[in-house]
């Protein structure tokens, strides 16, 4: 008979049992990651099919909607009957538009061009004209809508979505709703100075996506520009760049550079440009002008100058042309200022 062997080592024991335990409770710990994990996917699928259950492919979601809503929203503004194909520009705070590709060479403007608030909950057949912003645009180009304000240019558009209109007539016949006609999906951000009034920036995007019922545009308000954006870049000698930003750009966030490449300073995010130099001429203490075409109210006494030109983007239908890319570049208002060299 064998003998029965009683004799344990008490610490070895303890030291199995112990390593046994910690097995287990490390296999019960994985299995509550696994369980939690598949819990995760399982739930992130879920929302994943929600989502895309609601998604149309190149529709611009609007008024807080999902794609599927939003163009039930869409049928109470847009009557497919009643599209304008047009091509657009922006240029500094305000967008511009043509009848066929914006050609500077061969303008086609359109005229009367208006701004409608989109709300969720319009009814289909009344848009109340107090919502309205428009500015009409004559065949110099000498105005355009504004991206950031009203009509009366002061106060800032409400937060919410809009769309543009062509020949806007009453409030129940508020024209054509002008679509992009180009190939792409588009979209550009745009910030407005700090508005010590409001005491916010506004920041707007385009969509210009070639499936959406309509051009739309979105207005949100942020606290400050972000990091890499600027109110104006001002090229020039240090010192009278200095100048020219404490004369006319006080409160604003600006850019010195004393010397920089047109094609670097393009890719800048700002709205405005100036160049300042000492060419003076005919006895002027200081000559500030820009573009014939875009008119600011500036001088235009002088030609055109290729630093206005190549930083139009889109708008000149010259410039950086191989950065375009076949996309609608966003220019910047481009200033020349010139002051007397003392």
């Given amino acids: 008979m064998a003998e029965e062997i009683t004799d344990f080592n008490d610490e070895e024991l303890t030291r199995k049992l112990l390593a046994k335990r910690r097995v287990r409770g490390l296999l ?169 009034e409001y005491d916010f920036c506004i920041k707007t995007t385009i969509y210009a996506y070639k499936n959406n019922p309509a051009l739309v545009m979105n207005v949100d308000y942020i606290a400050s520009l972000p990091d890499n954006c600027y109110d104006v870049v001002i090229v020039g000698e240090a010192e009278k760049a200095e100048k020219i930003k404490n004369e006319l750009y006080t409160n604003q966030k600006v850019l010195i550079k004393e010397t920089i490449i047109d094609k670097e300073l393009f890719k800048i995010n700002a709205r405005e440009l100036v160049k300042v130099t000492d060419e003076i001429s005919d006895n002027e203490e200081r000559v500030t002008y820009s573009s014939v075409l875009l008119n600011d109210g500036l001088d235009k006494s002088k030609s055109e100058d290729p630093f206005i030109v190549n930083n139009a983007g889109y708008a000149m239908s010259r410039g950086f042309e191989y950065e375009f890319n076949n996309e609608h570049y966003a220019g910047k208002l481009a200033k020349i200022i010139e002051l007397e060299n003392k």
């Fill in 28 to 196: 019960i710990a994985v299995n509550f990651v696994l369980f939690g994990y598949l819990a995760y996917q399982i739930g992130a699928n879920i929302v994943h099919l929600v989502r895309t259950a609601n998604d149309v492919e190149g529709i611009v979601p609007i008024a807080d909607k999902n794609q599927k809503e939003s163009l039930e929203i869409y049928k109470a503004y847009v009557n497919n009957d009643k599209i304008f194909n047009a091509d657009f520009a922006i240029y500094g705070d305000k967008i511009y538009f043509t009848d066929g590709n914006f050609n500077k060479d061969n303008i086609k403007t359109i005229e009367n061009v208006q701004l409608i608030e989109v709300q969720a909950d319009k009814s289909k057949d009344i848009i109340i004209k107090n919502n309205l912003a428009y500015d009409n645009i004559d065949e110099y180009l000498t105005s355009g809508v504004s991206l950031f304000y009203d009509k009366t240019g002061k106060k800032p558009l409400e937060k919410g979505d809009y769309l543009f209109y062509h020949d806007y007539d009453n409030p129940t016949d508020y024209g054509e709703a002008i679509k992009v006609t180009n190939q792409l999906d588009m979209k550009y951000e745009i910030y407005s100075s700090l508005n010590n």
